[in-house]
């Protein structure tokens, strides 16, 4: 059988996804039925949680179905992934791993079912948390590399007002180390200072200074910040200090994660974490 995610490439995005967002607005956007099919959605705190449909086994409007919820043009490589496996299907209950961030429930019977919902991530709890900004509220984690350009961007672009709503109280931010080693060199040598940094409760400062590109030369930063630079070297220098990094690297490939940054809201992974406000709609739904 042919691997969906293998056709869907990289995706530009459609309009505003409506997974996560309040559910009055799906049934309009998602537009007229086809006769005898059924729609019905799941909430959680007032926010669509999942979309299932019963009905005729139409192809065509579940690819419809599918852009309208997650605002990602799934339906085309959709409809092709259906028109090469369909003789193979009936009878058939499968579930498919859209982009990571996604999974469409199939049931291919009389009648058929769908149903497509965010991704959950249930493998992160809560204590495994070291480097969090805020007191309260749900859990945004980033899994993030300190030269990887999207993370910087992230940090400039939307980071900013994660961290004041963070100050209210209103979210928690945690920072998970994702080093991508194989095309990063500066990535790991960054993280252990940031670990070095946060030993002497400096890391978000240090964090903020890593992803305005200023990699290389860790004890001017810390030296810039006041830190006690000489047990940042002994810091730097000690084997200990790679090993949260190593565990945080190794939750991300065994959990699935392809690159950086990847951003959760609660167990949710977030498909576009440059838009603050899907970001923020995310953090509602994992509230």
């Known amino acids: 059988m042919r691997r969906l995610g293998a056709l869907l490439g990289l995706l530009g995005g459609l309009a505003l996804g409506q997974l996560?967002?309040?559910?009055?607005?799906?049934?309009k956007a998602l537009g007229p039925l086809p006769p005898g099919?059924?729609?019905?959605?799941?909430?959680?705190?007032?926010?669509?949680?999942?979309?299932?449909y019963q009905g005729p086994e139409n192809?065509?409007?579940?690819?419809?179905?599918l852009d309208?919820?997650?605002?990602?043009?799934?339906?085309?490589?959709?409809?092709?992934?259906?028109k090469e496996n369909a003789p193979g299907l009936k009878g058939r209950t499968l579930t498919l791993n859209l982009e990571g961030a996604f999974l469409l429930e199939l049931a291919f019977s009389e009648p058929f079912r769908a149903r497509l919902a965010p991704r959950r991530v249930e493998a992160l709890a809560s204590n495994q948390d070291r480097l969090v900004l805020g007191e309260k509220g749900p859990m945004l984690r980033?899994?993030?590399?300190?030269?990887?350009?999207?993370?910087q961007r992230l940090a400039r672009e939307v980071l900013p007002s994660l961290k004041a709503r963070a100050a209210q109280g209103e979210?928690?931010?945690?920072?998970?180390?994702f080093p991508l080693t194989e095309i990063h060199p500066e990535a790991l040598p960054a993280a252990l200072a940031s670990e070095c940094a946060a030993s002497q409760k400096a890391f978000w400062p240090y964090h903020d200074r890593l992803m305005a590109g200023r990699l290389g030369n860790y004890l001017a930063l810390a030296r810039e910040l006041g830190l006690d630079v000489?047990?940042?070297?002994?810091c730097l220098e000690d084997p200990k200090t790679k090993a949260p990094v190593e565990e945080d690297r190794a939750l991300a490939l065994r959990l699935g994660f392809r690159g950086t940054p990847t951003v959760l809201a609660g167990?949710?992974?977030?498909?576009?974490?440059?838009?603050?406000?899907?970001?923020?709609?995310y953090l509602e739904l994992a509230r």
């Not at 192809?59 to 179905?65: I, K």
């Not at 979210?171 to 180390?177: C, E, G, T, V």
């Not at 000489?230 to 002994?234: D, I, L, T």
């Not at 949710?268 to 970001?279: A, G, M």
């Open 20 to 27: 996560a967002r309040p559910p009055e607005g799906f049934q």
């Open 37 to 52: 099919a059924q729609v019905e959605v799941e909430t959680q705190n007032n926010r669509l949680l999942a979309v299932r």
């Open 59 to 65: 192809a065509a409007f579940l690819g419809r179905l």
């Open 68 to 82: 309208r919820a997650t605002g990602l043009p799934f339906s085309e490589a959709f409809l092709t992934w259906y």
């Open 142 to 151: 980033i899994f993030s590399d300190f030269q990887c350009p999207y993370c």
């Open 171 to 177: 979210l928690r931010i945690s920072y998970r180390h």
């Open 230 to 234: 000489e047990a940042f070297r002994r």
């Open 267 to 281: 167990p949710y992974l977030v498909p576009n974490p440059f838009d603050l406000t899907q970001v923020l709609d």
